[in-house]
């Protein structure tokens, strides 16, 4: 047996630095329909084979019938595997007719006739219900022990523990490694989190890790946290058009590459044209482009494109659309990271903000998922421009109240001022990192050619616009 038992999905094994430890004892703990069964399972069928098969004891929490026949439903459930690499046994009967001292013998007999590298108990808590009291409990929990580590075999345990039974019953002192699976209202749906609580002789990753439980398992998006990295890595040198000529003359010949833009504003100012002109803007010079979308679907972009004459059938435009009803922040951040793979993606629209942080739960977890996502581009080399609204119309006293303003490398504010009895649109640069910008507050309009600045007073050039080449430095 390998010194780690591996649960056949890599990102939960990359979470517990490897996997569980092997030949020792983990619990799995969690609600009611948390997926620990699901999950226990995995590992059965991940790690039994014939020479070392996996046991699946049940007890008196759900009858081994219903939990072979829900198992069948999982694409990793093997019938040819039953009754040569994997065994299913039944603990309720003996444990009703000989109490806690026959669980033992039973688990002790398999361990000798089968030899196996897995057992599974399941459900471990209901098994409390039989002893006379808390010391009796101790004393079978005491010969158990020494009956799994008299063989090297790796033993998960199943139960429907609360958070606050942990430090509290013995059975968790005696673990070497524990798994907890909870449930959290956001707004109005649930979202699954699995925390590494214990993992004895190893390192792991903190935090709540998402998951969803599908047809193939428990699926794990493990939590986004980029740690600091003291290491160099290489920045481009040759500026990112943001495809609005004018604006680039007002970033100084455009973004860094690698660069994170903030681009705020209130409603119907502009905020996803401008995204959409940096990324067709690229895409045309050779640059692919992702347009993560939790806003419009890609009917509705089709509709917005085709109005300035673009599509998203263009070469280097992919657009990923998620709705926000139903969202994940770290599921939507590694289809991200993996569709820029995919597709080689050197810019990134995400539109919008607000979308993903009514999904990351809390205030804190937001700026943490953003500093992580911006740090990662960056050492990719990938040009991030992400859309944020802010509530006021009319000259914005503050860019918002979730602080993301100061994680971006740049920040530009559209918002809406009033000439005579009209309503006009304006931009301002307020921020550029590592180089300098125009200060001005300009005003632009949105036509055919998209977004056009208007010249700064006192000039008698003609506005510039999308429909005019940007300068040959630029890319």
Known sequence: MSDRLLSGHEPLDAVLDGGLPGNAIALIVGRPGSGKTILAQQYVFRNGRPDRPAVYFSTVSEPLEKIVRFGQSLEFFDPAAIGTSVFYEDLGAIVNRDGLPGVVEQIGRAIRERRPGVIVIDSFKALQAYADGYGEFRKFLHEL???????????????????????????????????????????????????????????????????????????????????????????????????????????????????????????GSGKTLMGLHFVVNGARQGQPGVIASLQENP?????????????????????????????????????????????????????SLADLR??????????????????????QGVSVLMTFEIPQLYSPDRMSDTAVSHLSDNVVILSYVREHDITARSIAVIKTRATTHDPAVRRFTIGSAGIVLDEPAGTDNSAVGIGEPADATVR
């Open 145 to 267: 022990v020494g009956r799994l580590g008299a063989f090297p075999v790796a033993s998960l345990w199943v139960g429907e523990y609360e958070e606050t039974e942990i430090p509290a019953m013995a059975e968790f002192a005696v673990a070497d490694a524990i798994l907890a699976l909870t449930a959290e209202q956001i707004g109005q749906r649930e979202a699954r989190f699995l925390q590494v609580k214990k993992l004895r002789g190893s390192g792991f990753r903190s935090g709540q890790h998402a998951y969803r439980l599908t047809a193939s398992g428990l699926r794990l998006f493990p939590r986004l946290a980029d740690l600091p990295i003291n290491e160099e890595y290489p920045l481009g040198r040759i500026r990112v058009s943001s495809g609005i000529p004018a604006l680039d003359d007002m970033l100084a010949e455009g973004y860094w590459p690698g660069a994170s833009t903030l681009i705020a504003g209130p409603s």
């Open 299 to 351: 009917t509705q972009l089709e509709r917005i494109l085709q109005g300035f004459g673009w599509s998203l059938t263009e070469p280097n435009v992919k657009v990923m659309y998620r709705s926000p009803v139903d969202i994940y922040i770290d599921e939507w951040a590694h289809d991200l990271l993996e569709t820029v793979a995919d597709t080689g993606a050197q810019r990134v629209l995400i539109d």
């Open 358 to 379: 009514m999904s990351a739960g809390d205030e804190i977890r937001f700026r943490e998922f953003i500093y992580s996502l911006v740090q990662r581009f960056s050492r």
